[in-house]
């Protein structure tokens, strides 16, 4: 199974790392930007900026990654929580990292970081999103 962006736009731009995030195999890679920095979204993350396009490993900090901003590009991420239904298509749901694999909570939808527009209703191994546009960015002013 391939996870990351499937098609869509890819326009993208390289980010510094912040310390310690640990990019697994078969996981997602959103981020968001803090001081900075970009950061890998987990449960609780408010904001969302983009999707890492890296391999499994766990960059320096500092380090540059090509990060895809397109609110156009749609992902595929493995389901953490919750099942999959097509009548989910067009509704939110939340970010989450069980075993360091970061992926869909279906079955939350409190930060509502992604748009679900289709998944896996055979066997609930992914769900394709698009980052929701109200969240992204920092929500911060550059003189914040």
Same mark, same amino acid.
């Given at each position: 199974m391939k996870?990351?962006?499937l098609h869509? &736009?890819?326009v993208s731009v390289p980010v510094?790392?912040?310390? /310690?995030q640990a990019i697994a195999a078969q996981s997602g890679r959103f981020v968001f930007m803090n001081a900075g920095a970009a950061t890998l979204n987990v449960d609780g993350s408010a904001s969302i900026f983009g999707f890492l396009e890296a391999h499994?490993? /766990?960059p320096a900090t500092g380090a540059e990654l090509n990060c895809i901003i397109d609110l156009t590009a749609v992902f595929r991420i493995p389901v953490?929580?919750?099942t999959y239904a097509? &009548?989910?298509i067009?509704?939110?749901c939340d970010i989450s990292v069980a075993n360091g694999i970061q992926g869909a909570q279906l079955n939350a939808s409190t930060e509502n970081t992604l748009i679900i527009v289709g998944g896996d209703a055979v066997d609930n191994k992914y769900?394709?999103?698009m980052m929701n546009p109200a969240l992204w960015g920092t929500a911060l002013g550059a003189d914040a």
């Open positions: 996870y990351g962006w869509g &736009g890819k510094a790392m912040a310390a /310690t499994a490993h /766990t953490n929580a919750g097509v &009548g989910m067009g509704d939110y769900v394709d999103v």
